[in-house]
């Protein structure tokens, strides 16, 4: 086993990969709750975002038009999805809305495939300025883009918890997420707000795409799928409700995951973390669930 | 309790999706996965001495007319047909190098063809699927009645089909990848592969002082036959070496990153065996870590020689990175070769999509070596004569490897065992100014010690 020492530097890099993951948890949470969806999209549309951030960034424009272009590009194609496909599915189960942003995901997959592939072994990356500064604490190296994901992930989630306490809309997407009929009869414009969410939703995904792109790396199935997982899980432990719950769980996940690394037995599980801790958490609170109704009921 | 219900359902039912979600990134990431066995390709490399042999004309003189025999005379005979079986598949492409095999016959047709006969190409590609690999070999032999097997690169194919060429009498030459491609009597490449590249990785940061050696590559089926290389040349040389496999596509970079430079120490080096994205994150990391000078070398095998790697790193990595390199490095080259190279890559090589690269390379070599055996049939073109014409390639300078080139008779064929080693100079690779011209992988690794007992040792060429 290795000692403390040694655990350390990971504790710097699994906080900001856990920021980043709590940054999309809170993303899927805030959509689920306003529209039912859990948006299994997220991935994809951050990482064909980051895809065509990197083109134009490649194309010798600035940085920052690119990263830009990431965030608004992911908001547009979200809300469009919702706006186009949305209405439709709404009368459908959450399972068949669900599956159906793993259509699109699986598109936006094969388009990056096709629009960027990687024969010759060339390998697209992106980075950001603040790669090379930072600062050390003790013997550990800590560069700014790492404290810039954590930073996010923690403005992010007390942002969208004053928003949805404090604003119209917010409290409008809480309505939803208890009774969409009775919120729609109460003259509260569903349509307005649910493309809020998706906008919302879709905003959060270019600005984990990109930043993910960089801390983790830019390869499609990376962004799409592996590190998705991990914020679905943090949604999940947090019930797709409590986005501090999710905070928190994402914050663990990246920790954990990264804590393994040293612990050579350990390193070919790593990608286990989110699944483990998830089941794990799940299964704990259900077990709450059955107790507490086995005393309603006795 | 209504609402506890109906939110436990729709909760319920997001986990359900997401657990597809999860089963759908498994597939995905298992053919990622094997995916970078490829990193274990290997491939390029460098040679000045094999460069110096074929050069004569410094000046760009060279054009695709040298490729034949017949300058501007299109072949007309009777097609001489032959197959390539390429991995093609989300993450992992190998295609370059049946094009590029095929952009060089072509070249060959245009100008001449094999005696007169152009070739007719069947490149095809698969997705790691053994049932499909096997099929499209005996489509390749039944269908396209094809007489050779030139230009494969596959992550399975030679593990898979190696029994069926032996069936039919083809002698196969193409790039390899699994251990079968240098263990079997019917096979042989005109790369290192994996095993020997890292083995030539782990020579060079040994040779230079390093005192230890922290060697990772990807999680794929055939790391511990990679492994076995390098671990038999470290404990030759008294080398402390610690062995990491890692899950890929890497998701935390920063944290592999420390974890290998830790376990390397100041005094030791990293050594990495990963496909070329998969490095450049674990390199970038260490840079954004500031940990390239926490150990003494970091070093990588063959597909790491790419001027993109090199473009992407920056001049931190400037002889502190040491790659190993199987061919022809081609920055600045004028070899006439190199620019045979070139003018075909430009002429009929479109659809070559990485353009000058180790895979490139590799095809063109494959295409040299297949024209030159070719050539040597004097009856019908059958697959007895042509995989006789083959196994009789006996030293034959491509101008790409730092030996002459040998097919022959033998149980295994590893006829690339000599290699260069270059390091990154401002957004190019160059052969490395100490140590890093050619030389012979060790016969410390046992595989090594087999062949050259078997063939003996090639010469350096030039």
Known sequence: MPSWAEFQPYIVTGLALGGLYALSGVGLVVLYRATGVLNLAFGAVGAMGA????????????????????????????????????????????LVQSIST????????????????????????????????GFTVGQLQVTWTQVIALGLGIVITVGTGAFLRYSKLGTAMRAMANDRVITATLGVPIRRVEAAAWLGCGLLSGIAGIMLADLSALDDTTLVFTVVISSLAAALIGRLRSISVTFVAALVIGLVHDLITPITQLTNYQDMTPFVLATIALLVMSRGQVMTRSREEG | ????????????????????????????????????????????????????????????????SSCGTKPGVAATGTPINIGAINTKQPGTDFSDIEN??????????????????????????????????????????????????????????????????????????????????????????????????????????????ASKIAFDQSNVPGTAYIAAGPNALAKAKGVPIQDFTENVPI??????????????????????????????????????????????????????????????????????????????????????TAQLFDAILKQYGTNVSGGVGSFSEMGFTIGEIATHALESVTGPYTIASVSAALKSVSNYNTGMLCQGYTYGNYSLHIPNNMDYTVTPDNGKFVQASTGGGCTLISADDPQIAAYRAAAGTAPAVG
């Open chain 1, 51 to 94: 895809f065509i951030a990197y083109s134009i960034i490649k194309a010798g424009n600035p940085g920052w038009v690119g990263w830009i272009t990431c965030i608004l590009f992911a908001g547009v194609v979200t809300l469009g999805y919702g706006m186009l496909f949305g209405p439709a599915l709404a009368g459908r189960g959450p």
């Open chain 1, 102 to 133: 793993l259509g699109l995901a699986l598109v936006l997959f094969g388009a990056i495939d096709l629009a960027w592939p990687t024969s010759g072994g060339q390998s697209p990356s992106i980075s950001f300025p603040t790669d090379n500064g």
């Open chain 2, 1 to 64: 309790m209504n609402r506890s219900v109906h939110w436990r359902t729709r909760t319920a039912a997001a986990a359900a999706a997401a657990l597809s979600l999860g089963v759908l990134a498994a597939c995905s990431s298992s053919s990622s996965s094997s995916g970078s066995a490829p990193a274990s390709s290997s491939a390029p490399g460098a040679s000045s001495a094999a460069a110096t042999a074929s050069n004569s004309a410094a000046t760009g003189t060279v054009s695709t």
């Open chain 2, 100 to 209: 590029m095999t095929g952009a060089y016959f072509a070249c060959v047709n245009a100008n001449g063809g094999i005696n007169g006969h152009p070739i007719k190409y069947f490149p095809v590609t698969e997705q790691t699927s053994p049932p499909q690999i096997a099929s499209l070999a005996k489509q390749l032999v039944t269908t396209d009645h094809v007489v050779g097997i030139m230009g494969n690169s596959s992550i399975i194919e030679c593990s898979v089909d190696a029994a069926y060429w032996k069936s039919v009498g083809i002698e196969v030459l193409g790039a390899g990848i699994d251990p079968e491609c240098y263990s079997t009597p019917n096979t042989a490449s005109v790369n290192m592969g994996p095993r020997y590249s890292s083995d030539g990785a782990v020579q060079y940061v040994m040779a230079q002082g």
């Open chain 2, 251 to 336: 998701t935390s970079a920063n944290a592999l990153a420390t974890k290998l430079v830790t376990a390397a120490g100041p005094s030791g080096a990293v050594v990495l065996n990963f496909t070329p994205p998969e490095a450049l994150l674990i390199l970038q990391a260490a840079q954004k870590l500031n940990l390239e000078n926490r150990v003494k070398y970091w070093a990588c095998s063959t597909p790491c020689n790419t001027d993109f790697l090199a473009t992407s790193l920056g001049q931190k990595w400037n002889n502190k990175l040491f790659v190993n390199a199987e061919l022809l490095p081609l920055d600045g080259n004028t070899t006439q």
